[in-house]
């Protein structure tokens, strides 16, 4: 079965710092692009950070030097650690994961359920 789940929302303080977890499932015979979007209310989903083919990563400039992503290419589980967190990076947190599975015969992409966080004294 193919599954993206994401793990490690919650409320935290300005200032703070979260670590979010990835996980794709086994269904998945090749991974080619993980991602971390988020979505805001009343805002549309942005991405936030990327890693391409396990090596290249990208982040958007708010992400720049507060968030880091990693990925663990054997277990095909990405994290990202977010520091020096502010009330506007309050956001359901997506994880999109681009690959081939037993079920396509081409890379398709697969979306995680979302994590809450909620950045607030």
């Known amino acids: 079965q193919v599954q993206v789940v994401e793990s490690g929302g919650g409320l935290v303080q300005p200032g703070g710092s979260l670590r979010l977890s990835c996980a794709a499932s086994r269904g998945f015979l090749s991974v080619d692009v993980m991602a971390w979007y988020r979505q805001a209310p009343e805002k549309p989903r942005e991405l936030v950070a990327s890693i391409t083919n396990g090596t290249h990563i990208y982040y958007r400039p708010f992400a720049k030097g507060r968030f880091t992503l990693s990925r663990d290419i054997g277990t095909n589980t990405m994290y990202l650690e977010m520091t020096s967190l502010k009330p506007e990076d309050t956001a359901v947190y997506y994880c999109?994961?681009?690959?081939?599975?037993?079920?396509?015969?081409?890379?398709?992409?697969?979306w995680g359920q979302g994590t809450l966080i909620t950045v607030s004294s």
């Open positions: 999109l994961v681009t690959g081939v599975t037993t079920h396509s015969g081409s890379a398709e992409d697969y």
